[in-house]
């Protein structure tokens, strides 16, 4: 029986790509940097990508992304312009940005009282929290696990280690993993890593991208209110 709900942040309750693309559009305007496309949200998505797949295996911080990220963005778009500057914009916006995905705020409203509700994010601490109190989510939740408090990512054993820590502080019945339900949109962080835990997993697919052959969910769903259906 499902007794916890972790949930994802970015592209599960918030939408990070739509941020982006608003950020980006701005951004090009207010430095300078030329027309902005499609492709620079392509570039940037690819290359974001890659590096939050090296901060999930360890082998880049989240600290790295200020002087790699938009120097490495800006190399292969052929731009010259100083990417930790334009990194500090793109997190400044990003730690006020609240664009709801939607149906989270109504996902949120059904399982509450129903469930114990926690996040389940990687990414700055401070940054996640206030993303989630200017979106109006804060409040549903009885625990916030964000990688850089923690101090490892998703989908490492020793993240979900710290959640279920928080999870079962001063419980007498201890919450086990196979209690716990994660639901986000990422296969290497959210599902990879529940699915190694022993925690069930919902895949919210909701730009398309097939699981990989093998690999088994316990749910799929491309709209977050089809949660609803199922627990």
């Known amino acids: 029986m499902v ?48 590096l939050w797949h090296e901060i999930e295996e360890g082998k880049l911080t989240i600290a790295d992304l200020r002087r790699v990220r938009w120097n490495r963005i800006f190399g292969e778009l052929g731009i010259s312009y100083d990417g930790a500057a334009f990194e500090d914009y793109f997190r400044g916006r990003l730690f006020h940005s609240a664009i709801r995905v939607e149906g989270a705020v109504e996902l949120l409203e059904h399982l509450h009282g129903r469930y114990i509700l926690a996040v389940a994010s990687n990414g700055p601490y401070a ?6 109190k200017n979106g109006g989510m804060l409040d549903y939740f009885a625990g916030i696990f964000v990688s850089e408090k923690i101090g490892v990512s998703k989908p490492a054993p020793a993240f979900f280690d710290a959640c279920m820590a928080g999870l079962n502080e001063g419980r007498a019945e201890p919450i086990l993993p196979g209690e716990v339900l994660m639901v986000g949109d990422s296969i290497s962080s959210d599902m990879t890593g529940a699915m190694g835990y022993g925690m069930k997993t919902c895949y919210f697919n909701r730009f398309g991208k097939a699981l990989p052959a093998g690999m088994t969910v316990d749910y799929e769903i491309i709209r977050l209110v089809e949660l609803r259906d199922f627990i």
């Open 127 to 132: 940054q996640q929290v206030n993303r989630l």
């Open 3 to 50: 007794k916890v709900v972790l949930l994802d942040i970015d592209d599960t309750l918030l939408d990070f790509q739509g941020y982006v693309k608003e950020s980006l559009r701005e951004g090009f305007r207010e430095f300078g940097l030329g027309e902005y496309h499609e492709g620079v949200y392509a570039t940037f998505t690819g290359i974001n990508t890659t």
